[in-house]
C-alpha cells in the first residue's frame, strides 16, 4: 500500500484542482449522471500562442493517466502530460463571463483568455492575441 500512496502523491503534482474548479466539475459530473466519467484535460494545436487547453468530460482511454483531485478522476493523454505537469485548474464567475482557466508554470506566453499558450520548447509560435474574450 506505501507504493501506491507514493505513487498517488507523485501522479496528483501533475494537476491540481482550485476548490471552485472542483465544485464545478462535480457539478457537470452529477448532470451528466455517468459515474464512469471523469475530466479531460488536454492539449492541442492552435490557439493565438500556438498551444490551447482543452477540457471535456470523457470515459478513461488507454495511455491515459488518470489523477484523483478531490475525488474526481482527471484523464491526461500521454502528449498532453508533459505540457500541463504542474498545472492548476481554476473555475473564474466574473463580469467577464465564466470559465475554466490553466495556470500552467511551464507557459512562456500566453494570451489574455487563458486557454492558448507556448512553452520554452516552441510548442507553437507566438502570435497575435486574437481571442476575442
Not at 498551444?51 to 502528449?79: F, R, S
Amino acid at each position: 500500500m506505501i507504493e501506491q500512496n507514493e505513487q498517488t502523491a507523485v501522479e496528483t503534482s501533475i494537476i491540481n484542482m482550485t476548490p471552485a474548479a472542483a465544485d464545478k466539475v462535480r457539478e457537470l459530473l452529477t448532470q451528466e449522471n455517468d459515474t464512469s466519467l471523469g475530466l479531460r484535460i488536454f492539449v492541442a494545436g492552435g490557439g493565438c500562442s500556438g498551444l490551447q487547453y482543452g477540457m471535456t468530460l470523457d470515459e478513461q482511454q488507454d495511455g491515459d493517466t488518470v489523477i484523483a483531485v478531490q475525488g474526481i478522476n482527471v484523464l491526461v493523454d500521454e502528449m498532453s502530460v508533459g505540457y500541463i505537469t504542474g498545472s492548476e485548474v481554476d473555475y473564474v464567475d466574473s463580469l467577464m463571463g465564466a470559465g475554466f482557466t490553466v495556470n500552467n508554470p511551464n507557459a512562456v506566453s500566453s494570451c489574455g483568455c487563458g486557454h492558448s499558450f507556448r512553452t520554452a520548447d516552441g510548442g507553437g509560435e507566438a502570435r497575435g492575441c486574437g481571442c476575442g474574450h
